[in-house]
């Protein structure tokens, strides 16, 4: 079992940075891939990042690339999203996800665990 429990999130002016962290349960932590999602108000969960329990990061969404940057310390089981250059647009739930059995990185279906959210809202 693992549990996850997002922070960070909050009200930004557009243009600005928040980095939202997500703290992890487990003593194999390094073993997980681990994701960020979104979802909008009125749309579906998206992907936004992924990354593998080595550090290694997957091709971001096309919508974030360049802008936002997924990193890890297994140290401190944590996984972080920094979030630079915001849009009103980018204002969502965020949530992170583990993915224990493999799967494609930027499919939902294939992550077991997930946190319960936090709310990133980006005023224009």
């Known amino acids: 079992q693992v549990q996850l429990v997002e922070s960070g999130g909050g009200l930004v002016q557009a243009g600005g940075s928040l980095r939202l962290s997500c703290a992890a349960s487990g003593r194999t932590f390094s073993s997980y891939d681990m994701a960020w999602f979104r979802q909008g108000p009125g749309k579906e969960r998206e992907f936004v990042a992924a990354?593998?329990?080595?550090?290694?990061?997957?091709p971001y969404a096309a919508p974030v690339k360049g802008r936002f940057t997924i990193s890890r310390d297994n140290a401190k089981n944590t996984v972080y999203l920094q979030m630079n250059s915001l849009r009103p647009e980018d204002t969502a739930v965020y949530f992170c996800?583990?993915?224990?059995?493999?799967?494609?990185?930027?499919?939902?279906?294939?992550?077991?665990?997930w946190g319960q959210g936090t709310q990133v809202t980006v005023s224009s």
């Open positions: 990354i593998t329990g080595s550090g290694r990061s997957a």
């Open positions: 996800a583990v993915r224990v059995y493999g799967g494609s990185y930027n499919d939902d279906s294939a992550y077991e665990y």
